[in-house]
């Protein structure tokens, strides 16, 4: 899942050692951004949760806005990692599975906030943060045009039908994530949830049980 290339992270000015574990402050920026959302979040907040001063927040990141875009680089992973897995996967409905599913656990961990931290910190985002809710739009594109290059495979290996809407499958996929982030977020249940992954690959043209 990728980012703008304009968003890139700023390189750290050389000169004292950074006194706290960036990685772990990142980590605790992360959540507090999934936990009150991107506009909500204050610089307070984050230096509160990270263990560290506003300086050392600006020097380490830059400002809020490229600390919540590395968040967000951090909680999406490494897109040629999502992109090798999609690959591996047997069939386009087996990678349907997996997303589903580890979208549904995610969803419901007992360690983090409920929900996706893609969908819930943008939310309610205003005209001011537009870019941001860019960002994350582009995310979840890239998602979706991996997902749909391993349908288009299927289709072309005589798995699914030719006239297939690959576009529509796949967006129904898609879909279904988001809506599991907000039904997550409302209270329902991991059993819940694995019972509507369940469902939506029903409605698969061809998959496997």
């Known amino acids: 899942m990728e980012l703008a290339e304009k968003e890139a992270v ?3 000015k050389t000169g004292r050692p950074l006194s706290f574990d960036r990685d772990a402050a990142l980590e ?18 984050l230096t509160t ?27 999406a992973g490494d897109p040629e990692a999502m992109a090798q897995a999609l690959d591996d996967a047997e069939t386009a409905c087996d990678a349907a599975r997996a997303m589903l599913t580890s979208a ?37 594109g890239g998602v979706a045009i991996r997902l749909r290059a391993r349908i288009t495979r299927d289709v072309e290996a005589g798995i ?11 967006g ?27 469902r939506t690959l029903q409605a698969w043209p061809v998959c496997r049980t």
Do not use: H, N
Request: with cysteine.
């Open 104 to 140: 549904a656990t995610a969803f419901t961990g007992e360690a983090t906030p409920r929900g996706c931290l893609l969908a819930s910190a943008t939310a309610s985002g205003s005209s001011a943060s537009a870019d941001v809710q860019q960002a994350i739009t582009d995310i979840r």
């Open 160 to 170: 699914l039908p030719l006239d297939l809407d690959v576009a529509a499958l796949a």
């Open 49 to 75: 949760a990270m263990g560290v001063t506003a300086p050392s927040l600006y020097t380490a990141f830059g400002d809020k806005k490229r600390l919540f875009l590395e968040a967000a680089r951090r909680y």
């Open 10 to 12: 700023p390189r750290r």
């Open 28 to 45: 605790q920026a992360m959540l507090t951004f999934w936990r009150y959302g991107y506009e909500t979040t204050s610089i307070v907040d």
């Open 172 to 198: 129904m996929v898609m879909a279904i994530i988001q809506g599991m982030s907000v039904m997550a977020r409302d209270g329902m249940d991991r059993p819940e949830l694995l019972a509507i992954v369940e």
